[in-house]
């Protein structure tokens, strides 16, 4: 499959796209959404994914089934929480964030190339770079650098991402995600920085993360086709606007998904981009809901791309913010209702679902389920009054010691950190 920059430049093969992670025009990948892949809903997520992407990597030298075989050892359950809306379970992986799906295909893909020694450069508002870490933990030729906003994630989160040791170093930036963000992308247009340490991404960014992140909003839209409730509109959190580039991705492709209404937090450049049609970047305030935290969502480029019209975009996608009340009164009346502990990222989810519901909308709804509670246990437990466990992966790695160094944000002191 021929994959092109958003700025130009290309064709590359997928597998060379998924090498690079950013265009050597600092653009971002794409490929032709015109595609009608013969998707089967299978018995397991791992089995409906294959059908999806297998199409997508014909004449490259990876096997779509057996990366998903390989990755996809766990299962995105729908979880009903009223007569008409489900969650889509998305933490059920390693570091109990959706984010494990796309790091650990986008790893086996990375692993079965061939490549000559690999640093990973990954920039994390919280739930990524734990999730990349674990992927790419030992893997020999790897090794992965971290970056997060010091202060703006959870403790746990913070924990995880220093825990890993071994081939991942992990730096607290003074500063913003966006910061974080931008230090990497000026580490991908430094081609003296790129050959020397062989740097490629994890982020959004990557092809890598998007493609596999189609295969559980495939699976979960082809479940509820079964159950006669199709297309089903989905509620996506978002802040980097990848995971819901990816619900709208497998909707171009084909699979029976209706509207898709974005979620976010106080950072509100998404919903005012579609209101305005115009995109004004701005600095990030800190939230609740800080993976979502995103001033300058980097996806928007491609959504623009694909999306070139913003009146035919209106008719596919809806948006709305959440403030931090309604992200804690909605944890609250959540449990209340449902005995169902979400955390703060899903509560803008199922917010932006009340007010749909209030205003009329009649349709099936899956709301995606971000991230496990147990990580933001400091903001649900004092609202549900009750404990929240960690999963067992989880659990471990809380137990291990966690190192982090402080690192300013800009490109000549990351140069430095890296050597």
């Known amino acids: 499959m021929d994959c ?52 997508l990597f014909i004449g490259e030298p990876l096997d779509a089934r057996e990366l998903c075989e390989a990755a996809f050892t766990f299962d995105a359950p729908l979880l009903p929480i009223d007569e008409d809306s489900s969650l889509l379970e998305l933490f059920h992986g390693p570091t109990a964030a959706f984010k494990d799906f796309g790091a650990r295909f986008l790893a086996e893909a990375l692993s079965r190339l061939g490549l000559p020694p690999t640093t990973i450069l990954v920039a994390t508002s919280g739930d990524t770079g734990a999730a990349v870490a674990a992927a790419f933990h030992r893997r020999p030729g790897f ?19 220093g825990a890993f040791g071994d081939n991942v170093r992990t730096f607290k930036v003074r500063g913003s995600f966006d910061d974080c963000q931008r230090m990497v992308k000026e580490a991908f247009t430094d081609r003296a920085l790129v050959d020397k340490h062989g740097l490629s991404s994890a982020n959004s960014i990557s092809l890598g993360r998007l493609l596999p992140q189609m295969a559980y909003y495939a699976h979960a839209a082809l479940v509820m086709q079964q159950r006669g409730a199709a297309p089903v509109d989905f509620v996506v959190p978002t802040g980097n606007l990848g995971n819901a580039l990816a619900c709208l991705m497998a909707k171009r492709l084909g699979l029976p998904v209706g509207h898709v209404f974005l979620a976010t937090n106080a950072n509100r450049v998404l919903p005012d981009f579609l209101a305005s049609g ?37 008719r596919e996608v809806s948006a709305d ?39 009329g909308h009649a349709r099936p709804l899956v709301i995606a ?27 471990r790695l809380l137990k291990r010691p966690s190192v982090a160094k402080p690192l300013e944000p800009t490109i000549e002191a990351l140069k430095g950190a890296m050597g």
């Open 278 to 314: 115009a995109y004004e970047p701005r600095h990030s305030l800190a939230t609740l809901a800080n993976a979502m935290d995103v001033g300058a969502p980097s996806n928007l480029e491609r959504l623009r791309y694909w999306w070139r019209d913003v009146d035919e975009l209106r």
């Open 4 to 55: 092109v920059s958003t700025r130009g430049a290309g064709p590359v093969s997928l597998a060379k796209a998924l090498a690079e992670g950013l265009a050597s025009d600092g653009g971002l990948y794409v490929f032709p959404l015109d595609a009608r892949p013969a998707v089967t809903l299978g018995t397991t997520l791992a089995e409906t994914a294959a059908t999806l992407l297998e199409p």
């Open 369 to 395: 389920a971000t991230a496990h509670p147990a990580k933001f246990e400091t903001v649900v437990e004092p609202i549900i009054g009750e404990a929240v466990e960690p999963p067992e992966a989880l659990a």
């Open 143 to 161: 090794r992965v650098v971290i970056l997060y906003p010091d202060g703006r994630v959870s403790a746990r989160q913070a924990h995880q991402l």
């Open 321 to 359: 913010w959440v403030d931090d009340e309604s992200i804690r009164r909605t944890i609250g009346t959540t449990w209340r209702a449902t005995r169902t502990a979400i955390c703060p990222h899903t509560a803008c989810g199922v917010a932006v679902r009340d007010r749909m519901r209030a205003k």
